[in-house]
């Protein structure tokens, strides 16, 4: 077994007995490496990069699900937009519509995280909670037939401070379920909250995460 997929095993063992979802995040590590992941089982990779997750899914076995978790300009959906299976920032109305505008095109629905701005830091996108209320009153949204908003995605402030990061992930599970109830109790699909990477995937799960992003954990450090 290689580093990769001992890893992977041993992550997937921990998540064995609940049901949190492992996106594998495979940025800048090369199809190698992802393919000994495959080969251990691994069906859902994360990418950041249009470019990269393009080739990797050009040579990639076709049962692949693929993940974009990072910032996606509006400019490069068409891309992806034929075979993505989840979106997982979503930061702006504008990029759903542009998801809405591709996926329609692909004659395909694409799955979406509309992601929540709760980090004490500058340079990290999203909505801020009372931005997504306004934005999800608005509803505007709700004549997007090719999108299917499935919950919330976020990432917690890069800090030490373990309570800080509790913090930030209740507050995101809690306007999960506010949103829940306001806008989307009469669908079965609003079941997504992406919360966890590899330094805060335990207490992103202890606060309700349904799928952990983990990179380092399983393929080791990035070069870029
Ligand atoms: C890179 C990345 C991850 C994975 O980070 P690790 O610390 O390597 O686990 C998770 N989520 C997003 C949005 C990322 O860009």
Redesign the pocket.
């Known amino acids: 077994m290689t580093t990769t997929q001992e890893n992977l095993n041993r992550l997937l063992n921990e998540l064995k007995d609940t049901k949190v979802k492992l996106?594998a995040?495979s940025?800048y590590h090369p199809v190698e490496m992802l393919r000994e992941a495959y080969d251990a089982g691994q069906r859902i990779f994360?990418e950041?990069h249009v470019q990269e997750m393009d080739a990797k899914h050009d040579v990639m076995p076709k049962d692949i699900e693929w993940h974009f978790?990072?910032h996606l300009q509006t400019n490069k959906v068409k891309y992806i937009a034929p075979y993505v299976a989840m979106i997982?920032?979503v930061d702006t109305l504008k990029l759903l519509k542009e998801i809405d505008k591709q996926a329609e095109k692909a004659s395909r629905t694409v799955d979406c995280l509309l992601q929540v701005h709760v980090a004490k830091e500058e340079t990290k996108f999203g909505f801020l909670p009372n931005e997504l209320r306004t934005m999800l009153d608005e509803e505007d949204w709700k004549s997007l037939h090719h999108v299917r908003i499935r919950g919330l995605?976020c990432?917690a402030t890069n800090t030490d401070n373990q309570e800080q990061i509790h913090e930030e992930f209740k507050t995101v599970k809690q306007l999960y379920e506010e949103l829940k109830v306001r806008h989307f109790c009469h669908e079965d699909s609003f079941t997504e909250l992406s919360m966890g990477?590899?330094?805060d995937?335990k207490i992103a799960i202890e606060e309700g995460s349904t799928m952990i992003?983990?990179?380092?954990?399983?393929?080791g450090a990035?070069n870029y």
Do not use: N, P
């Open positions: 996106v995040v940025k994360g950041s978790i990072g997982h920032a995605m990432m990477m590899s330094e995937y992003r983990v990179g380092s954990l399983i393929f990035r």
